[in-house]
């Protein structure tokens, strides 16, 4: 595991992305052990995708199905109202009346649903209008978009895992550590180990009588990593989601976040080639305490919030 002082990371960062992301290559996580839409349709032919927009009419806990009643899909369908089957997570935050956009699946037997998002116009205007102020203050930041030690936290708008919207002005007045992960990621010394070590500090903060903290990890892979996805990532683990959110949004305010914080991630022949990083804010919302790779020191960070 690469680890890097923030300063030397920063510097690296603004010479050049493409470079350092070479030097990183041994960092790969395999995109997937679950195949993703394209993989499936060539290994399933028969399977076919739409995009879905409706209503949740029913949420049915024991059948493990939504009833939604959603608008035309073109060559498919009209209008109608349908029972589809989902994944747990999903079930899991699904309300009747909300709205919904997913991709209806027809596979044989039947239909289900898959990467279901919130769709509401307050939500969904919330979250637009984060994005395009994040993406304009990172092109006005230009080559010093990168955040170092002592500046503040950048604005945000991002969906938990239970399909609310989140801002990071919600946090103010709070210590917050975050980093970004990915759900799939299969390498147990990178994602799965940085999961691990927030859990730690969570329960350690906790013994310690640090009562302000708020834990954030933002997704790597928004296009996969939906709200119902990241709900089932953390009930699996047994996460404590009181003070410990999993963020998901649209992939152009998660790309400025990742240029924002120094964190590199690209796809390429199948493999999610990523960098990691847990940073610590303060109360006042300015980075306190950065660390690169996920092999840092759990007692180090609670040492800085009780200190703080």
């Known amino acids: 595991m690469v680890q890097q002082r923030h300063g030397n990371l920063g510097r690296a960062l603004r010479g050049g992305w493409w470079a350092l992301l070479a030097i990183l290559g041994c960092l790969a996580c395999a995109r997937s052990e679950k195949p993703d839409a394209a993989t499936k349709a060539a290994a399933n032919p028969e399977e076919k995708r739409y995009p879905l927009q409706g209503e949740v009419i029913a949420v049915n806990r024991d059948r493990k199905t939504l009833t939604v009643s959603h608008e035309a899909i073109a060559g498919l369908m009209p209008a109608m109202t349908m ?101 799939r990621c299969p390498v147990a010394t990178m994602c799965p180990a940085a999961t691990l070590r927030m859990m730690a500090v969570q329960k350690k903060a906790r013994e310690a009588g640090v009562r302000n903290l708020e834990l954030i990890s933002i997704t790597l892979d928004p296009a996969y990593d939906t709200p119902g996805v990241l709900k089932e990532y953390a009930v699996g683990r047994g996460i404590d989601t009181g003070n410990f959110s999993f963020l998901t949004g649209p992939e152009p305010a998660i790309r400025d976040l990742l ?29 306190i305490h950065r660390a690169d790779g996920s092999e840092w020191s759990v007692d180090e960070f609670v040492d800085k919030m009780r200190k703080n």
Do not use: C
């Open 83 to 183: 029972e589809f089957r989902v994944a747990d997570g999903d079930l899991a935050i699904a309300k009747a009346g909300e709205r919904i956009r997913a991709e209806l699946v027809r596979s044989n037997p039947g239909f289900r649903l898959e990467r279901i998002w919130p769709d509401d116009r307050v939500s969904a205007t919330s979250i637009s209008a984060a994005a395009n102020a994040l993406r304009q203050d990172t092109i006005t930041r230009g080559r010093a978009a990168y955040r170092e030690v002592g500046e503040s936290l950048p604005d945000f708008a991002l969906y938990d895992q239970d399909g609310q919207v989140v801002r990071a002005g919600r946090f103010r007045g709070r210590q917050i550590m975050f980093n970004f992960i990915y759900s």
């Open 259 to 287: 240029t924002q914080f120094g964190v590199i991630a690209e796809f390429s022949d199948g493999l999610l080639k990523h960098t990691l990083a847990t940073l610590l804010v303060n109360e006042q919302g300015r980075i």
